[in-house]
């Protein structure tokens, strides 16, 4: 399967480039998960067997969902621990894993979103005994936008489950998504003893301290009913049985996003864990190409192409930096080397572009498709940007989504409007809120996914910038991008109409696209109605 990625040296095959051989190698993969199915603890688990890390623990301590707003405020203050955290990169079977993090919080969802346009596969964890939840499901779809191939971990299975069919329906039907067991779990909770491995008649059984293997012949060998209790080796084969209506395994499929390989697990027993990683190893795809407005971007171009999905403010308090995180797209990324700003057009020199292992950062002296690099700049980055080496092209797909919770701002001080703009625009270029400024010149809105963006807010504008600020309800429940359907001067002026039918309710957003807000989803159709010349978008791709 491998050989998909690195075609084996035939006698007329010409050697691989530096950079189709790096790019090749590189797994670029996040963990998508429901607060509490277990992503931290597979998250240590997968980089103990990297070797980044030597003691389980070492991550984060507890559950980000246990955290307290006041311990929210506190990692907002402690942000370059956060930083640390935020690409995992290890190395396991010859490959170059880069472990996108994405906040354990649901208020933070929109930077998982932004996170996952940076990846080439990801992870989902499911715990066993609550199947898909509603994170799991928004996030699945956020996938499923981009065709993201998915690995499926079933998690817990050493407490109390759900039938393991069940579960496998349930992922059928409610994600719509082909299911193909890779391996066949062995009881659940206290009884749970292991898997069996359908791809290579496998026993794994899970003893103190790690796994014991035995190859089988197949579901029919003996040796089955020797090491497992009393009845469970018919068990086994009766499942393996009914499993076999699931398809097989399908390379294609799966890399195009339809079919998910299911694997069963305990990430706190450590167990399937190794297996997981086999299966990411063999089967998770290397940096393929990517569609920027001008073309088409090959991995193992000599060209040099990123784009930013993520900024981090404030890594260290003394310094107002902000590390900005590059996904690369092709070529090669040497230290020092000047990119250019596809959106300014200004030059950005990369004099220490940082990697970033676990707990450590350390400068790089190159990078390649597929890493994940840091940038430290002074703000002159933002989210969505491009960086080439002089090439004119954009990536699209860093996504933004129509907020929910839309505020008022309000300032104490009216001296402080100009510092109030400056703040919010540099606030909304890290993605911290999205900004909307109404038509009519009235006090800037902010669109959050979750409350504690609004704290996050609220306490940095104090903190960074000495402006005051609180926030009003307002009476609308949701906000649409608009845009004409047609291009040309007939369409620019029916756009324009609309925006002056009610400038209390139109706005413009950080990028100055125009946006319309709604009191209700009734009101909302009644404007697709009356305006069908006018698309009215819940999702924009940045650029
Ligand atoms: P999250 O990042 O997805 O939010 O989940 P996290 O890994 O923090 O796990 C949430 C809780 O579930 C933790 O318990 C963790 O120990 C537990 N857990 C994770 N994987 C497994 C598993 O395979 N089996 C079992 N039995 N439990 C698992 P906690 O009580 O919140 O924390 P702690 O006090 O145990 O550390």
Redesign the pocket.
Known sequence: MDSLDTPAPGHNQPPLSETAAEAGRRRTFAII?H????????TEQLLLLGGAIQIAGAVRA?????RTRSDWMKIEQDRGISVATSVMTFEYAGQIFNLLDTP?HEDFSEDTYRTLSAVDAAVM?IDAAKGIEAQTRKLFEVCRLRDIPIVTFI??M??EAREPLELLDEIEKTLALDVTPATWPIGSGREFAGVYDRHDATLRMMREGGEQEITLSGPEDARIDGLLPHGQGDVLREGIELVSVYPDFELDSFREGHLTPIYFG????GFGVKHLLDGLAKFAPSPSSRRADARLVEPDEEKLTGFVFKIQANTDLNHRDRVAFLRVCSGRLRKGARLKQVRTGKSIPVNAPLFFFAKERQVAEEAWPGDVVGIANHGTLRIGDTLTDGEELNFRGVPSFAPEILRRVRLDDPMLAKKLRKALDQLADEGVVQVFRPLDGSQPVVGVVGQLQLDVLASRMMAEYGVNITFEPTSWSTMRWVASKESGPEARAVLERFLRSAPSQMAEDHDNEPVAFFTSDWGRRRAEEEWPALSFLSLREQH
């Open positions: 998960a607060p509490d199915a277990g992503k931290t603890t597979l507890k559950g980000e969902r246990r354990g964890v998690n817990k050493d407490r305990s990430a706190l027993r």
